[in-house]
Structures are given as structure tokens and as C-alpha cells.
């Protein structure tokens, strides 16, 4: 063994395979492998809360919305050198600001487009969600059922059973402490506007990103009353938006509390079944798979 | 006469080789992250930017020293195993800090990374053992070593 191991680059190249194998299989578990976890049977199985389920007369044009339960209206406002997609929306429960998993399944790597999973959730309005099932931490409550209880090192959004928002610090605050009240629970950030201040600075970014990037974001005005963000960006057409550009469009609408949501390529919005930004990683254009979607309808 | 009695051949310039190696893969790992860096939309990983310092401080630095403190010591049998194992630590904490930046990039995390970190610790732990232990036996049998037969005629 020992003289096996004595001749030059023996040991080097069958550790090398070896080494080159754990890479392999490290990456192929973080970005290939699906886990299923949980698989969310039926909405109604989920939904706390009971709602209308049939909306009478919507009124419906290319950008906005109206029934008796929910109103959307989306304008499209350039600046900063971007495109952004600004959705104001009301509804009258917070029963129908919904989310939804993937394949209806809760895991890791479980993935659909924004646009596939708000068609197969019959979804009024959609955008992506905060990516869970990329990282292993992280709350997860959806629709009032708790799904992840390790805390990530970052802050959630919490939204309760009365549709209002707040943003935690998960470290300090337990998941066990919540989840009677949570209707959702969102973990990526950081959150952008809390009691009606701008709490990032042109330093704070999503992984030391210091460029302009798409983003999402959703924020509350009021009680039922949200606003969401989606920004393009990557592209000569559009650069996108800093954290700090974002949070400040959403304290200019009156925003009390606003929360960074994933962006880059996940960034999309979804309306009527229509993409309504032209979702971008910065190489190719079109959608990307995640993991889950925030939406309202029925 | 003990196994550290065992000559080997060919090991001249193998110190100074590895420093060499050493040093150019620390370029290559600045490099790697510099062209990463360029796709990463201005997303940056810590892991990633100092990767090449364990090629450059725990490889080229560490030879350089060794060589220089210790500088017969790559004649014995048993200094291979030591190289070896050393070299392997080396290698897989370079590639589990390159894999954490290309995770922490992209924004997740992988339970099998600590392993990385354990694995190569106890191989560095293994080879700086077996150097210690070949520069103690080094002091002590010095005299008969320059009257010991070396490797081949011995193995072969």
C-alpha cells in the first residue's frame, strides 16, 4: 500500500478524482437534486380563513382589476434608468394574498416559473416568492402552515392573520412565537421601509451586492392595502434598481412596512396569465424556475 | 534501521517544484475568482476572494519554510505520506472555499461544506505530524543516515 501510494502522482491523481466527485455531487445536491418534503394536497386544505370563492362581474382591462374582493391596478413608471412595475392592490380579506409552492410541493429544488405556478393556482396577480427551497434556513409559513422552523441569519416577513405586515430579525425571534398569528412567513430581505422609514442605505444590498439589480418587493399601505415592486434590470433598457432606490419608491406611496423579496432572474410578475416585466438573468432573457410565488385571488 | 533510514531518489528539486506548483495555482485561484466575479452581478464571496491563500500561504509559504528549516528532510520514505496527506488538505480546503463562494454567490448553502473544512484540517493535521516526526528522527539518527542505503536498492 504504502509503496503503491510512494510513486509520484498515484495518491495526487486518485484524490483528485475523488475531490472533483464531492464537488460534483455538492453542487448537484445544492442546485439539482429534488427533495420533497411536503406535498400541499389542495388549497382549500391550507387556507384558514373562509372566503368568497367566486368573484361576480370582474372588471378586467390590460392593467388592472376589480371585483368585489379585489382591486388591482398596475402602472409601468420609468426611472432611475429602469423599468418599474408598480401594482397597488386591495383587497377586502387577507385570505386571498396567497402563496403557492412549486409543483404544490414543499422542498428543496422543487421548481416552476412564476407564470406556471400562478396558472395552476388560478392566480389573479403573482410574483415570485423568496426562493426557500434554495437554502436550508429560513421561516416558511404558508397560507398558516409552518413548514421550516430554523431561523436564517437574516430578516423575515411576517404577515398575520389580519393581512398586516411586519419584519423580524429571525435570530431573535422564534418561529414557535409566531405561527399561531402567521398567515405568511417570507425569509429573504432585507426588509425596506418599517414603520414608514427607510431603514437601508445605499451600503445595504442582497449578498454584498453593491450593483443595480431586478428586484421584488411587496410593502403595505395600509390595512388590505399593498403595493408591489418589480423592477427590470441587467439590460442596456434597463439597469435596475438599488436597494435603497426601492425602498424609497415604496415610502413615496405611503408605504408603513416594505420587504425585499428574491430578485436578479427570478424577478417576475405575473397578471391576467400575462408575464407583465421581461424577467431577465442578465444573460438570457426569460423566466426563471423558483421555488414558490406570492399571489392574490381566489 | 528504522523505515526513516530509507533514502529516496529523484527528491532534489521537489521542494522547490512544489513551491512553484504552489504559486501558480495561487494565480489560477485569483484568476478563477476574477473571471467569476465577472458573472456574478457584482455579488461577491469573502470564501472565494482569499481562496488563493491557502495555496499561496499554506503551500508555497510552508514549503519555502520547510525548505529552508528543514531542508533534507524530503530524502526519507515517509516524507511521501506526510507530502501527500499535507497536499490533500491543501487541495480540499482550496476547492470546499471555492464551493462556498460559488454557493454563498449564488445565495444558498450546503451541509456538506463543513466537511470539507474537517477533511482537510485532519490531512494538513497528518502531514505536518509526519514532518515533525521526520525532522525529530532527522536530529537523531543524522550520522547514520549518510551511510544508509537509499530507496531502490532497498525496495526493489
Known amino acids: 500500500m504504502i509503496k503503491f501510494f510512494s510513486k509520484p502522482y498515484r495518491w495526487a491523481a486518485i484524490f483528485a478524482v475523488l475531490l472533483i466527485g464531492m464537488f460534483t455531487f455538492v453542487l448537484l445536491d445544492a442546485f439539482v437534486l429534488q427533495k420533497s418534503m411536503v406535498v400541499v394536497a389542495s388549497d382549500s386544505e391550507t387556507v384558514a380563513q373562509e372566503v368568497s370563492s367566486t368573484p361576480t362581474d370582474p372588471v378586467i382591462t390590460e392593467n388592472s382589476y376589480a371585483d368585489e374582493n379585489i382591486q388591482i391596478s398596475i402602472e409601468t413608471v420609468q426611472k432611475y434608468d429602469s423599468t418599474i412595475y408598480v401594482a397597488d392592490i386591495q383587497v377586502s380579506d387577507p385570505a386571498y394574498l396567497k402563496t403557492a409552492f412549486a409543483n404544490s410541493t414543499y422542498g428543496r429544488n422543487i421548481k416552476a416559473t412564476t407564470s406556471e405556478i400562478a396558472a395552476t393556482q388560478n392566480a389573479i396577480f403573482a410574483i415570485n416568492g423568496d426562493y426557500y427551497g434554495f437554502r436550508d434556513a429560513g421561516y416558511v409559513v404558508r397560507n398558516g402552515v409552518a413548514y421550516r422552523d430554523t431561523a436564517g441569519d437574516g430578516e423575515a416577513l411576517v404577515i398575520d392573520n389580519d393581512g398586516n405586515f411586519s419584519v423580524i430579525e429571525e435570530s431573535q425571534v422564534s418561529l414557535a412565537s409566531l405561527s399561531s398569528n402567521a398567515w405568511q412567513v417570507l425569509s429573504f430581505g432585507p426588509g425596506l421601509v418599517e414603520n414608514g422609514q427607510v431603514v437601508v442605505d445605499s451600503s445595504s444590498e442582497v449578498g454584498q451586492a453593491k450593483e443595480s439589480n431586478p428586484r421584488t418587493a411587496i410593502g403595505q399601505i395600509s390595512e388590505l392595502h399593498y403595493v408591489v415592486i418589480v423592477s427590470d434590470g441587467r439590460t442596456t433598457e434597463s439597469a435596475g434598481l438599488s436597494l435603497l432606490q426601492l425602498a424609497q419608491e415604496f415610502q413615496e406611496r405611503g408605504c408603513t412596512t416594505a420587504y425585499n423579496l428574491d430578485g436578479g432572474g427570478s424577478s417576475t410578475m405575473v397578471f391576467n396569465g400575462a408575464i407583465v416585466n421581461n424577467p431577465t438573468d442578465g444573460k438570457s432573457a426569460g423566466e426563471r424556475e423558483v421555488s414558490d410565488i406570492v399571489y392574490f385571488g381566489y | ?156
Do not use: C
Request: a positive charge.
Open chain 2, 1 to 156: 534501521m528504522s523505515i526513516l533510514d530509507i533514502k529516496m531518489n529523484g527528491q532534489k528539486n521537489k521542494i522547490r517544484k512544489t513551491i512553484g506548483v504552489y504559486a501558480i495555482l495561487s494565480l489560477v485561484a485569483i484568476g478563477i475568482n476574477f473571471i467569476y466575479g465577472q458573472f456574478g452581478h457584482g455579488v461577491h464571496s469573502a470564501a472565494m476572494t482569499w481562496m488563493f491563500l491557502y495555496p499561496l500561504l499554506g503551500g508555497a509559504l510552508f514549503y519555502f519554510l520547510l525548505e529552508r528549516l528543514k531542508s533534507g528532510m524530503t530524502r526519507f520514505a515517509p516524507f511521501r505520506f506526510g507530502y501527500n496527506s499535507y497536499n490533500s488538505g491543501i487541495a480540499t480546503l482550496t476547492v470546499g472555499s471555492f464551493l462556498k463562494g460559488i454557493l454563498e454567490i449564488a445565495g444558498t448553502n450546503s451541509p456538506y461544506l463543513v466537511l470539507f473544512t474537517i477533511i482537510g484540517w485532519l490531512f494538513i493535521a497528518v502531514g505536518v505530524m509526519v514532518f515533525a516526526l521526520l525532522s525529530v528522527s532527522r536530529k537523531k539518527n543524522s550520522a547514520p543516515q549518510k551511510e544508509a542505503p537509499d530507496y531502490h536498492s532497498v525496495i526493489e
